[in-house]
T-cell receptor, first 115, second 115 residues
Framework: AQSVTQPDIHITVSEGASLELRCNYS??????LFWYVQSPGQGLQLLLK??????LVQGIKGFEAEFKRSQSSFNLRKPSVHWSDAAEYFCAVGAGGAAGNKLTFGGGTRVLVKP | GAGVSQSPSNKVTEKGKDVELRCDPI?????LYWYRQSLGQGLEFLIYFQGNSAPDKSGLPSDRFSAERTGGSVSTLTIQRTQQEDSAVYLC?????????????FGDGTRLSIL
C-alpha cells in the first residue's frame, strides 16, 4: 500500500525567505504525485502535479517541486515566500489505474510566515 | 458557481443521530470522491464514484457510513447513529474522469461536530 510522509509538522519562515517542504512516498509503481494547499476553513487547492517526464515541475503561486526517484521524494519549494503563503500544505500520491485516483495524503506541514 | 459545492458548511448534532452531507460536483465531472479530515487521522479516503460503475467503498470506516450518487451528479454521504469519533471535516472532490492525470477539485468541506 502506498504511504506519504511529511517529516515537518510546522515550519516558520520569514517573508521573502525561501521555503522547502519535504515529502517522501512509498509506492510500488510509478507514482502520481501532488501538492495541495489548504487555507483555514477552506478545501484543498492543487498547487502542482507530477506524472512523468521532466522531474522539475512548476505550479501555481510560484511553487515548484522536484521528483527524485532514488530518494522517493517530491519536495516543494518557493524562492521567496509571501505572507499569503501561510497555510497547510499536503503532499499526496495517487493510486492510479482501475482504482481511480484516490489519494493518499501525508500528515501535512503548517507554514507560518513571519513579517 | 463553477466549483464543487458542499452543504451544510457546518453541522452540529447529538450522538446517535443520523446526518446527511451533500456534495454537488463540477458539472460534467464523472468521478467523485469523499475524504475525511480529522485531527487524529489526517486526510483519509472514504469512497469513490466513477460514472455508472459500482463505487469503491474501501475507505468507509464502518457500516454506519454509506454514500450514494444519484444521476451521476449529486452525492450524499450518510452517517447513521453518529459517534463522537465521527467529528471531522468531510471533503468532497470531483475530477473530469477517474484517470490519474485528472486533478481533483475539492469543495470547502462540511465540518461535523458530534456532541
Amino acid at each position: 500500500a502506498q504511504s506519504v510522509t511529511q517529516p515537518d509538522i510546522h515550519i516558520t519562515v520569514s517573508e521573502g525567505a525561501s521555503l522547502e517542504l519535504r515529502c517522501n512516498y512509498s509506492y510500488g509503481a510509478t507514482p502520481y504525485l501532488f501538492w495541495y494547499v489548504q487555507s483555514p476553513g477552506q478545501g484543498l487547492q492543487l498547487l502542482l502535479k507530477y506524472f512523468s517526464g521532466d522531474t522539475l515541475v512548476q505550479g501555481i503561486k510560484g511553487f515548484e517541486a522536484e521528483f527524485k526517484r532514488s530518494q522517493s521524494s517530491f519536495n516543494l519549494r518557493k524562492p521567496s515566500v509571501h505572507w499569503s503563503d501561510a497555510a497547510e500544505y499536503f503532499c499526496a500520491v495517487g493510486a492510479g489505474g482501475a482504482a481511480g485516483n484516490k489519494l493518499t495524503f501525508g500528515g501535512g506541514t503548517r507554514v507560518l510566515v513571519k513579517p | 458557481g463553477a466549483g464543487v459545492s458542499q452543504s451544510p458548511s457546518n453541522k452540529v448534532t447529538e450522538k446517535g443521530k443520523d446526518v446527511e452531507l451533500r456534495c454537488d460536483p463540477i458539472s460534467g465531472h464523472t468521478a467523485l470522491y469523499w475524504y475525511r479530515q480529522s485531527l487524529g487521522q489526517g486526510l483519509e479516503f472514504l469512497i469513490y464514484f466513477q460514472g455508472n460503475s459500482a463505487p469503491d467503498k474501501s475507505g468507509l470506516p464502518s457500516d454506519r457510513f454509506s454514500a450514494e450518487r444519484t444521476g451521476g451528479s449529486v452525492s450524499t454521504l450518510t452517517i447513521q447513529r453518529t459517534q463522537q469519533e465521527d467529528s471531522a471535516v468531510y471533503l468532497c472532490a470531483s475530477s473530469l474522469t477517474g484517470n490519474s492525470n485528472q486533478p481533483q477539485h475539492f469543495g470547502d468541506g462540511t465540518r461535523l461536530s458530534i456532541l
